[in-house]
């Protein structure tokens, strides 16, 4: 099976959920929502509906990242010991707000996306590791070519956690019984980016070649997002794969 679907609402939630049957949460990522307003998405949401949270930022992103701006509310503790998976009572307390936010909408996979430029560490591993035991499966974005050392890998499977690439940009591997595949573009990270027909065959292709799994996942995150990923959706459905 393929899951086709969009990194945050490029539409109204109602028309959104009449099209998709997944969505991956951007805004936890940049702030901690009410639980009350976690609540309310839960309810709104048709039965089947999946959600997938984005991790919140001050696990994986320290507090000198640009993507802080967005950030609102107050944080407990020092500033400067949040991001990078470090060891710290600061991480930990995100993660665990992270956590909860997954309990009140029934999600059971958490994306966990490290800035680019976050090389693997032992106690990012170590940390990473005490994270994967919780009730969710982690879905794992690294972007620095450290991470993607034969060893590390192994690490990532032993902790059964999903490895997640844009497959345009690191060939995909097999770490669990499900693909999770986010697409930002070609060429870099290119928000605006509009995919054409040559490079959803080449998406069909890569699907068919790396089906060897339960479920691919694959998540837009690009200015056309929903024009790209039904365009997808069709032509799985015209190439014979079970798509929604």
């Known amino acids: 099976m393929v899951k086709i679907g969009c990194c945050g609402y490029p539409i109204s939630r109602p028309k959104y959920f009449e099209t998709f049957r997944v969505v991956e949460i951007q805004s936890t990522f940049y702030s901690l929502p009410k639980i009350s307003t976690v609540q309310r998405w839960r309810e709104e949401a048709p039965v089947g509906f999946e959600y997938i949270v984005k991790g919140f930022q001050g696990v994986t992103h320290p507090s000198t990242s640009p993507t802080w701006r967005r950030f609102r509310g107050e944080l407990p503790g020092n500033r400067e010991n949040y991001g990078l998976l470090k060891n710290t009572e600061e991480v930990r307390w995100s993660w665990s707000k992270t956590i909860e936010i997954c309990r009140e909408l029934g999600a059971d996979k958490v994306l966990i996306q490290l800035p680019p430029k976050c090389e693997v560490t ?18 794992f974005e690294p972007r620095h070519p450290s991470w993607f050392q034969e060893d590390i890998l192994d690490f990532i499977r032993q902790n059964s956690i999903i490895l997640c690439v844009d497959p345009f940009k690191n060939n995909p591997v097999k770490t669990g019984n499900i693909h999770y595949w986010r697409l930002h573009g070609r060429d870099g990270y290119r928000y605006g980016y509009k995919y054409t027909d040559e490079d959803l065959n080449e998406l069909v292709n890569l699907i068919d070649v790396h089906g060897d799994v339960d479920t691919v996942y694959v998540m837009f995150n690009n200015k056309f997002m929903f024009e790209d990923a039904l365009r997808l959706r069709e032509l799985l459905r015209e190439n014979g794969f079970e798509a929604i």
């Open 122 to 139: 032992n106690e990012a591993l170590e940390v990473l590791k005490k994270f994967a035991i919780e009730e969710v499966t982690i879905l």
